[in-house]
């Protein structure tokens, strides 16, 4: 029976990823943490720093934790501005997770990596897993060493620790952390207020996307398939559907024509304009059988269901 942590319980990601848990498993077997004094789950929750490597010891010690699920970060444009703290952050928290693993602490790790590990040499479109990568970003940076340190672990230390490069994830419990996909989840809000919407990105711009569901049903298949066939040992491109601004305003349109999209690109646009329009993921299907379920169409109806 694994009992597992989830570190950064409280953001976009642990939230969903918490409450998916509480679905399938015995919810004493869970356990949150985040650096924020309260919670918004019921599940058992303690605010820990992932930067104290003691605090982590102590708590995986004492609760027996077999399983890690390590989403504390600064994401890309809240990076930005203060590129030191974003450094410490994603960099030294994963360092200490993977010590819990390299220390036999705990058996298994899960951490994200992100489309922002490519650059403006990756090719645009179906950007390979081997692709160049040339971050632009500290964010960028950060899960790019990150990578090389899982990989690192994983065959120095044979720890176990796994990764996917999530595209944005579009998702309704939370709204996003500082991401450069943010407007992608908040075009929705502005929806169904009935305001219009202020796009940060311009009409064209592409990117990669995934709905939630499918962004935790990647974690949880990669986390139970057999450790043999996972070939790459740093992180997997996976994709689900790309869309640009335009896209989604145009179907959410459809359903409302009163609605409307107002572009005006700020600094985020040029970190978009880095990251690819669409990701090659076969080695991730391959491997571990990965296959998205929710399409655009899909994620908007069930966006629209969740946030009336
Ligand atoms: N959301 C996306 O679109 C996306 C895309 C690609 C990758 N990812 C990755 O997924 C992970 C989760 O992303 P998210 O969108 O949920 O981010 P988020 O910003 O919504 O949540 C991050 C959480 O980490 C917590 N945190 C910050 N400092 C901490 C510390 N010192 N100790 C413990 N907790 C701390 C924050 O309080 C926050 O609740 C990140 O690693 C991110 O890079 C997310």
Not at 138 to 157: D, F, H, P, Q
Not at 232 to 239: A, L, M
Request: proline content about 3%; glycine content about 4%; hydrophobic content about 35%.
């Amino acid at each position: 029976m694994s009992r597992i942590l989830i570190i950064g319980s409280e953001g976009q990601l642990g939230s969903e990823l918490s409450s998916f848990f509480s679905k399938i498993m015995d919810p004493s077997n869970i356990f949150l943490s985040d650096i924020k004094d309260e919670s918004s789950s019921i599940l058992t929750y303690n605010k820990l720093d992932a930067l104290s490597y003691n605090e982590l010891k102590t708590f995986v010690k004492s609760y027996r934790i077999s399983h890690i699920y390590h989403l504390a970060a600064i994401l890309s444009a809240k990076g930005e501005t203060n590129p030191m703290k974003t450094w410490n952050l994603n960099m030294n928290s994963l360092l200490n997770v993977l010590e819990l693993g390299k220390n036999k602490l705990i058996d298994k790790i899960f951490w994200p990596s992100s489309i922002s590990v490519f650059g403006i040499n990756s090719e645009k479109v179906n950007t390979r897993q081997n692709s160049v990568k040339d971050p632009t970003t500290v964010y960028g940076i950060s899960k790019l060493a990150g990578e090389r340190w899982c990989e690192y672990y994983n065959m120095v230390y044979n720890v176990d620790v796994r990764s996917v490069r999530f595209p944005g994830i579009i998702s309704s419990n939370t709204l996003p952390g500082g991401g450069t996909t943010d407007y992608a989840v908040e075009i929705f809000h502005s929806f169904i207020k009935n305001e219009d919407f202020k796009c940060f990105l311009s009409e064209n711009t592409m990117l990669p996307m995934i709905y939630i569901d499918d962004a935790i049903e990647s974690i949880w298949k990669l986390m139970n398939s057999d450790k043999q066939n996972l070939t790459i040992k740093s992180s997997y491109n996976i994709s689900a559907f790309s869309i640009s601004p335009k896209i989604i305003f145009d179907e959410l349109k459809k359903i409302n024509s009163d609605f409307k999209i107002i572009y005006s690109p700020d600094k985020r646009q040029s970190i978009a304009d880095s990251w690819p329009d669409t990701v090659e993921d076969s080695q991730a299907r391959k491997d571990w059988n990965w296959k998205e379920k929710f399409s655009l169409k899909q994620t908007i109806k069930e966006m629209l269901r969740k946030l009336n």
